[in-house]
């Protein structure tokens, strides 16, 4: 196995069964999202992972035979080859309202900020690094993005081509 950007690899499920030294597991994935966000791991049952490229994790709601060549498969979830791992906003999106930890809760005018791709100063008292960004929609929490909190700075990571200005 390889880490070709040309076909997708399905995760090893853990450490005994992982072929390539920097490649994460599945139940790696698992932990790190019940770790970081108190995301359950059932949440993702019915799902298959797949790297394609270095450490760029995609999430299947199905199976398939592996490796596979196509251009995508399911969702893009994860970044992993990099010092700290990053959530896609996909994933956020999709699994966030499950997330009991590192969520800050944003007020319409600093949600709106968010959206449009604005970092602010905010206090928040939780760890640093990447957090699931929410606000209210519908009298409900709802995930709006992925946010890098540092030094007492909220930075947007909402992508450029979905950045709105509400």
Avoid: C
């Avoid at 990053?86 to 009991?100: E, H, I, M, W, Y």
């Avoid at 600093?110 to 008292?125: M, N, S, Y």
């Amino acid at each position: 196995m390889s880490n070709s950007g040309q076909e997708f690899d399905r995760l090893p499920a853990d450490e005994s069964e992982r072929d390539l030294e920097r490649r994460a597991t599945r139940a790696e994935v698992l932990d790190w999202w019940a770790e970081r966000f108190g995301v359950p791991r059932e949440a993702f049952d019915g799902y298959t992972f797949w790297e394609k490229g270095k450490g760029k994790i995609w999430a299947f709601a199905s199976d398939t035979d592996s490796p596979v060549g196509v251009e995508g498969l399911g969702m893009k979830f994860l970044r992993t080859r990099q010092e700290h791992w990053k959530p896609t906003t996909n994933a956020v999106q999709r699994f966030g309202s499950l997330a009991d930890e590192n969520v800050l809760h944003l007020a319409r005018d600093e949600a709106e900020a968010f959206v449009a791709g604005e970092d602010q100063e905010l206090d928040w008292d939780g760890d640093w690094g990447y957090l699931i960004v929410t606000h209210d929609l519908a009298d409900e929490r709802e995930p709006v993005g992925v946010g890098l909190y540092v030094h007492g700075e909220l930075r947007s990571q909402i992508p450029k081509g979905r950045r709105r200005d509400l």
